[in-house]
């Protein structure tokens, strides 16, 4: 089986950095994915790491340690709009690409 | 890039009825999946398809859960006898144009009482 652990809430306030873990366990590891969620609304894409290291898109970055089971998403210089639910998933093993999901983070920013 | 869309955006029903949520693919892709998400919970899959057949199927996809293209376009989840259990958000996905990443719908969210 699969499962992703992340804490549960983290909050910073806007401006700052804030990191998001998550720490997996897989039978076969096809690359950690992030999503964001709204209250309400869909999850989206936000980046992926296939390979070790880091991955830097804008404002958000992910990390990737394949030998420590680990990930973390990186979010700088923080907004209002940020705060959401930040899910990480595996790609399973099978061949059809279903993701499984992580936790979730729920990030609180305030002014 | 596009996304898909789902109707109806909430759907309230009774226990013991069945319901069918809707998907629409923007584009053609190979690949969709229906995932759910209990209030405050994580996404669970549910459901992949793949080339018009059911590719694989989760525990919680038993047999009160049936996925069909009826029209070679778009995508219906039904549930046949509801439950109160089965009040969360569904959620149709379909695959992008890289192996990692899949793009959902805004969802539908089920009420059953």
């Known amino acids: 089986g699969q499962s992703l652990e992340q804490p549960s809430e983290v909050t910073a306030v806007e401006g700052a950095i804030v990191q998001i873990n998550c720490t997996y366990q897989t039978s076969g590891f096809y690359g950690l994915s992030w999503y964001q969620q709204h209250d309400g609304g869909a999850p989206t894409f936000l980046s992926y790491?296939?390979?070790?290291g880091l991955e830097e898109t804008g404002r958000f970055s992910s990390f990737l340690s394949r030998s420590d089971s680990y990930g973390y998403l990186l979010l700088q210089e923080l907004q209002m709009k940020d705060s959401a639910s930040y899910f990480c998933?595996?790609?399973?093993?099978?061949?059809?690409?279903?993701?499984?999901f992580g936790t979730g983070t729920r990030l609180l920013v305030s002014p | 890039e596009p996304e898909v869309t789902q109707t109806p955006s909430h759907q309230v029903t009774q226990m013991g009825q069945e319901v069918i949520l809707r998907c629409v693919p923007i584009?053609?892709?190979?690949?969709f999946y229906w995932y759910r998400q209990i209030l405050g919970q994580k996404v669970e899959f549910l459901v992949s398809?793949?080339?018009?057949?059911?590719?694989?199927k989760s525990e919680i996809f038993d047999d009160q859960f049936s996925v069909e293209r009826p029209d070679g376009s778009n995508f219906t989840l039904k549930i046949r006898s509801t439950k109160l259990e089965d009040s969360a958000m569904y959620f149709c996905a379909r695959s992008g144009t890289g192996a990692y990443e899949q793009y959902f719908g805004p969802g539908t969210r089920l009420t059953v009482t």
């Open positions: 584009s053609n892709h190979l690949y």
């Open positions: 398809f793949y080339n018009n057949e059911i590719s694989e």
């Open positions: 998933a595996v790609r399973d093993n099978t061949g059809f690409q279903k993701l499984v």
């Open positions: 790491n296939a390979l070790d």
